[in-house]
């Protein structure tokens, strides 16, 4: 495991489960932030390079898919002086007065894709899988308790400057979901399930009425298509009629009884399981799902119809390594690897803290700011470490003490330190 030497301060992604993240390996580059500007570096530590220059604060930034481009927001300057809170695992603030911009890994003059205004705050933006286009949200900085339901959906082109060509998508209780191909996105309402062209256009219905229980806690109020498939179905949560019977209530206390549901074209629907659930997602390569119930995560393979059960820290971030074989659980107070294959679990990280935190589960009207990077590299075998105060590594204290760690993972999961 090897140190960088140069004092980082990163940004890194919730929920995701698709999962902002320090610094993400793209390619053989490293991106952080450092004092709000945008750098990249070598795995090596050398030849650093400040991509971003502007005087405005850089507050949240991410890798386009070929790892060629970076999307970033830029703080108003009428908001500088403000306190904002950020999230303590992945230090993502929330909707903030911001512009939004694309620039070159090389650097050079950022195109700004929206203009930053004092009455009108911005997400982060999200890719999506061509690279060509970006979703976001966008809401007055003047309504108050807004909910996903009220705020504007945009989808802009990466290199359309101020707002041209930028196209409205539908309302939507759940963050607009890219199909594989990116041709079309998905979401939900009070008249069902609906696609839409990423013009926002030819919209079409594939269930009709509000989905039971809906709108649910921000973290479960998804409709996600299955990654890597011909033939996708779609993955989203419902009120159970009964309440689960192995699964325990999560330490919030306040997250409901949900059954997990898989959606074909033809309307027919299965459901995965009945829990306490307060996050899921797909694996990349659509063939297992991740949910979490507070402290215990669980991977349900689809094709064997087996599910893998283990402890997690409540709250903790996940990852999926890009091949799927590895999940990487980033907590406030430990980091964990699993090697879904053979059910192994290890602690990597963690710090002397003897005590536990619980995590509130965010209301329907919470604004959710998804984790746009990865800790992965796109090879699957390296992986960042962002040690926050947790020194302990595998149970041995770490010499060089804080800073940001490149980890080189094998096949069978064996770290190399």
Known sequence: MRQLRIALLLFLLFLSLASCSPGHLGGNEIAFVRDGHLWTIDPSGANAFEVVTESAPVIGYAWSPDHHIFVFRLLDSGHASKHYATNPITGLPGDLPSSLNTVGIDGGVPIPIVASSIDIQHSNAWWNTSGNRLLYREESTHMQDQSPIDVSWWVSQNDQPDGIARKSLPASYSIPSFTSSSSMVIGSSLQGIFTTTLAGTNLQWLAH?????????ATLERVLWQPAHQQPVLLYAVTATSLPSS???????????VQLVMRDYSGQTNAITTCYCTQFAWSPNGNSILYSTGTTDTIYTLKQHTAFSFTVEDGSVPYWSPDSQFLLLDGLHTLSLVQAANQRQQQLLADTSTGTA?????DAHALLQPVPNSLWASDGRHFLV?????????????????GLYSVTIDDQGHTQV
């Open 386 to 402: 962002l040690t926050r105060g947790r020194l302990l590594w595998q149970g041995r204290g770490l010499n060089s003490g804080n």
């Open 247 to 257: 699964s325990p209530q999560p330490s919030t206390g306040n997250a409901p009884a």
């Open 358 to 362: 619980t995590s509130a589960l965010p």
């Open 209 to 217: 009425g509000m989905l039971p229980g809906h709108p649910l806690p």
